[in-house]
């Protein structure tokens, strides 16, 4: 079973950034997909972005262009940066993970789709 861990969550101001960091354990031969989500007060839990098999970054709209995702598989590390934040981007940031099916291409960001998740990092984000 794969366990995640987040970390790199802050307080900034618009226009900063920020890097978060997920360290994966129980995932030393790729069986799991992984990705970033967020959920905001108020707001449900929203797939932010997730690499796929072939390196393929997939993002939500509203990060396109500002946040960049990228992997180590050498340290299974899943990293998230941030940059021109916002104050709409203030919430709590999860790493989360999905058993890889022989067909699956890692491509998704839909909630149901994640089974395990780390316990989230807060991100907030001042005007």
């Known amino acids: 079973q794969v366990r995640m861990v987040e970390s790199g969550g802050g307080s900034v101001q618009a226009g900063g950034s920020l890097r978060l960091s997920c360290a994966a354990s129980g995932d030393s031969n790729g069986r799991y997909c992984r990705g970033w989500f967020r959920e905001a007060p108020g707001k449900e839990r929203e797939g932010v972005a997730t690499?796929?098999?072939?390196?393929?970054?997939f993002y939500a709209d509203s990060v396109k262009g500002r946040f960049t995702i990228s992997k180590d598989n050498d340290k299974n590390t899943l990293d998230l940066q941030m940059n021109s934040l916002k104050p709409e981007d203030t919430a709590m940031y999860y790493c989360?993970?999905?058993?890889?099916?022989?067909?699956?291409?890692?491509?998704?960001?839909?909630?149901?789709?994640?089974?395990?998740w780390g316990q989230g990092t807060q991100v907030t984000v001042s005007s």
């Open positions: 989360a993970a999905y058993s890889r099916g022989v067909a699956s291409r890692c491509m998704s960001l839909q909630r149901g789709t994640y089974t395990y």
């Open positions: 690499i796929d098999i072939d390196d393929n970054h």
